[in-house]
């Protein structure tokens, strides 16, 4: 299975940016989904998680800016009043967790990460 991020690059902070995922297999075949992310320096820490029903997790960083959805083809990831803090690498992953879960080891697929960088 392949997952590509795309939808990555500068954004000033207080702005707004979309990323998505596509998949080699079909996305709804995906219990779990997510997005985690690696600020530079630091090691990857989770974003924000959907399972098959459309429920979500949200870590609390990103609570009320961050909204994480899924149609057909693509997970998206819409970022809204980024913070310079979100300047990381993005990564989309997929696992067979029937709930959403923000737990990295649930994820057995992973895409290689989008560039976000917030100034």
């Known amino acids: 299975v392949q997952l590509v991020e795309s939808g990555g690059g500068s954004v000033q902070a207080g702005g707004s940016l979309r990323l998505s995922c596509s998949s080699s297999r079909y996305i709804a075949g995906f219990h779990s989904m997510a997005w985690f992310r690696q600020p530079p320096g630091k090691e990857r820490e989770a974003v924000a998680s959907?399972?098959?029903?459309?429920n979500t997790l949200y870590a609390d960083s990103v609570k009320g800016r961050f909204a994480i959805s899924k149609d057909r083809a693509f997970l998206y990831l819409n970022m809204n009043d980024v913070k310079r803090e979100d300047t990381g690498v993005y990564y989309c992953?997929?696992?067979?967790?029937?709930?959403?879960?923000?737990?990295?080891?649930?994820?057995?697929?992973w895409g290689q990460g989008t560039q976000v960088t917030v100034s």
């Open positions: 992953a997929a696992g067979s967790s029937l709930s959403a879960t923000l737990v990295p080891v649930a994820y057995n697929f």
């Open positions: 959907i399972d098959s029903d459309g």
